[in-house]
């Protein structure tokens, strides 16, 4: 098998996340800024084999999507292009960045540490990936 990446999109910063080959665990990968993406993304795929890109789908609480949904489909265009072995599937997003915030704090990480946005955008590609594998894992019973 091979790895899947998680990626928490922001217009500014995006964070990446990776499983194991197994598909079972989700791990923070890295924060960068968006534009730096794809590149990173393509010297990964060249250390590591991916299977699918897990791209968060942010939506309002009433479930219609959210304003930054449309520059999420261009970079989705981008990431096919660069990328058409891979498949790329959507998974809700919501309040990720709100338990990203709270898991950050309950670790115990120091104010300074908590205050680095990026951190919060890695762990948010974590728990969108791990939540998408759950729910895998849960459909599959």
Same mark, same amino acid.
């Given at each position: 098998?091979?790895? #899947?990446?998680?990626?928490?999109?922001? $217009?500014? %910063? /995006?964070?990446?996340?990776? /499983?194991d080959?197994?598909? *079972? *665990?989700?791990?923070?990968? $890295?924060?960068? !800024? /968006?534009?730096?993406?794809?590149?990173?993304?393509?010297d @990964?795929?060249? &250390?590591?084999? =991916?299977?699918?890109?897990? =791209?968060?789908? !942010? #939506?309002?609480?009433?479930g $219609? !999507?959210?304003d930054?949904?449309?520059? *999420?489909?261009?970079?989705?265009?981008?990431?096919?292009e660069? @990328?058409?072995?891979?498949? =790329?599937?959507?998974?809700?997003? %919501?309040? $990720?960045?709100k338990?990203?915030?709270q898991?950050? %704090?309950?670790?115990?990480?120091?104010? &300074?540490? %908590?205050?680095?946005?990026?951190? =919060?955008d890695?762990?948010?590609? /974590? #728990?969108?990936?791990?939540?998408?594998?759950?729910?895998?894992?849960?459909?599959?019973k």
């Amino acid at each position: 098998m091979a790895c #899947l990446v998680g990626i928490d999109y922001g $217009t500014k %910063r /995006t964070g990446l996340s990776y /499983t194991d080959p197994n598909q *079972i *665990i989700a791990s923070g990968l $890295t924060n960068l !800024p /968006t534009n730096a993406v794809l590149s990173y993304l393509k010297d @990964f795929c060249k &250390k590591e084999a =991916v299977e699918a890109f897990i =791209v968060g789908k !942010p #939506l309002q609480r009433d479930g $219609t !999507p959210s304003d930054v949904e449309a520059k *999420i489909l261009g970079f989705i265009k981008e990431l096919q292009e660069c @990328f058409p072995q891979q498949e =790329v599937k959507r998974y809700d997003e %919501r309040f $990720t960045s709100k338990m990203a915030a709270q898991a950050i %704090r309950e670790a115990g990480l120091k104010k &300074k540490q %908590r205050s680095m946005k990026g951190r =919060v955008d890695q762990v948010s590609a /974590t #728990l969108i990936l791990q939540s998408y594998l759950d729910a895998q894992t849960n459909s599959n019973k």
